[in-house]
């Protein structure tokens, strides 16, 4: 089993260009969240998704931030217009329950110049 | 809203000497995690505790849960270098309707340094 896989690892962007992050969850596990990470501070909850079905997006701006989860293939956490302040690392996690079990990825550092 | 404090935020030890992380929390909660996190990778996780009074220890980590206190903590004991670490307390949350689920609330992170 090869864990949460996230890419790209690192992934620099010029204001304004969209940046998409993938995440592929442990096997056998339909629960999938994101976090973000900006230096020295612990993980904000993003958003909580299942497949096909976004659970909690409170923690989402509410503007060029979206996320999914298809049926087939990895969740995709999508940025658009990209400016200084989305620069962070961004984590994803799995569960098999959504209640314990979480397994994170090893994040994508997200440079905006 | 849950909150959850760590204290100390910085940390640096000599190797060999005993030091304690707390981490505070603001409302009732089911569960405890600590989790540690090395520069530039992901979370590995340490202890999940699930009730008052549980104890866990792996190595020279011990974590306690005291859930009427709302406090829990993390000890070292007799640190070496490879506990260098940024070290996460984190809860579940609660969603809509009260269920728990993976909203996770962390706190700010110790950052432990281990010299020798």
């Known amino acids: 089993n090869a864990g949460v896989m996230q890419n790209p690892r690192h992934l620099v962007r010029r204001r304004g260009q969209e940046a998409r992050l993938r995440c592929s969850p442990m096997?056998?596990?339909?629960?999938v969240y994101w976090y973000r990470q900006l230096p020295e501070e612990g993980l904000k909850f993003m958003v909580y998704?299942?497949?096909?079905?976004?659970?909690?997006e409170s923690g989402m701006p509410k503007e060029r931030f979206s996320a999914e989860f298809p049926k087939e293939g990895p969740s995709i956490l999508r940025i658009q217009q990209v400016v200084r302040g989305d620069s962070a690392a961004y984590f994803c996690?799995?569960?098999?329950?959504?209640?314990?079990?979480?397994?994170f990825g090893s994040g994508t550092r997200l440079t905006v110049v | 809203e849950l909150k959850v404090e760590q204290n100390p935020l910085f940390l640096s030890m000599q190797e060999g000497k005993n030091y304690t992380i707390y981490c505070n929390y603001s409302?009732?909660?089911?569960?405890l995690y600590w989790y540690r996190q090395d520069p530039g990778k992901s979370l590995e996780s340490l202890f999940v505790?699930?009730?008052?009074?549980a104890v866990k220890q792996e190595g020279r980590l011990m974590a306690s849960l005291d859930t009427k206190a709302r406090l829990s903590t993390l000890h070292i004991t007799a640190a070496v270098h490879d506990l260098s670490a940024t070290y996460f307390c984190?809860?579940?949350?609660?969603?809509?309707?009260?269920?728990?689920?993976?909203?996770?609330?962390f706190g700010q992170g110790t950052i432990l340094t281990v010299h020798p």
């Open positions: 984190f809860l579940i949350g609660q969603g809509a309707g009260g269920t728990s689920y993976g909203k996770l609330t």
């Open positions: 996690a799995s569960s098999p329950t959504g209640v314990y079990g979480y397994t």
């Open positions: 505790l699930l009730s008052n009074g």
């Open positions: 409302t009732t909660s089911d569960r």
């Open positions: 998704l299942q497949k096909e079905n976004i659970i909690d």
């Open positions: 096997k056998g596990h339909s629960h």
